[in-house]
């Protein structure tokens, strides 16, 4: 599982690093399917990895709206802010951790409780369904998508 977090973070990074080539308009641009738009989907990402992870060390939520961080520069930023913060964590993940409970409430406010290992697969394949939107997206563009390829990154 932490290779996967190690995956996605580099991917990530590669992502933020192709969206230099992109006009902002592009990037802000509203598209079909996700969260809205390119920087928007990465704002998302990070957000949901920071907000769960931070729930399963009993941290406060993030709340703020995108539109406060509307720039590839700030979003990369946020991310990076959230990467130092959720980091530890996850590469202090230990096998006991995974059906450890967290409750939660509904919007309704009814309980609900999640294993942490769940969460964690969850914020997995999450962002790695937000990267297969991106790539669309950037063939939208007229540009080549970063690659998915989970080898070849120097993971193992």
Same mark, same amino acid.
Request: glycine share 8%; hydrophobic share 40%.
């Given at each position: 599982?932490?290779? %996967?977090?190690?995956?996605?973070?580099?991917?990530?990074?590669?992502?933020?690093?192709?969206?230099?080539?992109?006009?902002?308009?592009?990037?802000?641009?509203?598209?079909?399917?996700?969260?809205?738009?390119?920087?928007?989907?990465?704002?998302?990402?990070?957000?949901?990895?920071?907000?769960?992870?931070?729930? %399963?060390?009993?941290?406060?939520?993030?709340?703020?709206?995108?539109?406060?961080?509307?720039? %590839?520069?700030?979003?990369?930023?946020?991310?990076?802010?959230?990467?130092?913060?959720?980091?530890?964590?996850?590469?202090?993940?230990?096998?006991?951790?995974?059906?450890?409970?967290?409750?939660?409430?509904?919007?309704?406010?009814?309980?609900? /409780?999640?294993?942490?290992?769940? /969460?964690?697969?969850?914020?997995?394949?999450?962002?790695?369904?937000?990267?297969?939107?991106?790539?669309?997206?950037?063939?939208?563009?007229?540009?080549?998508?970063?690659?998915?390829?989970?080898?070849?990154?120097?993971?193992?």
């Amino acid at each position: 599982m932490l290779k %996967l977090f190690e995956y996605n973070w580099q991917v990530r990074q590669d992502w933020f690093a192709w969206c230099q080539d992109v006009s902002e308009e592009e990037l802000l641009k509203k598209r079909t399917g996700g969260t809205g738009g390119i920087l928007h989907t990465l704002f998302h990402v990070a957000d949901v990895e920071f907000s769960w992870i931070s729930g %399963l060390q009993g941290k406060p939520d993030f709340t703020e709206p995108f539109e406060s961080y509307a720039s %590839l520069q700030k979003v990369t930023d946020l991310s990076a802010k959230f990467h130092e913060e959720v980091r530890p964590f996850v590469m202090s993940w230990t096998n006991e951790m995974e059906l450890k409970d967290l409750s939660e409430l509904t919007p309704k406010g009814e309980p609900v /409780i999640f294993k942490y290992g769940e /969460i964690m697969r969850h914020v997995i394949a999450h962002e790695i369904h937000h990267i297969g939107q991106l790539s669309v997206w950037s063939r939208e563009v007229g540009n080549v998508p970063v690659t998915a390829n989970f080898i070849r990154r120097g993971l193992f």
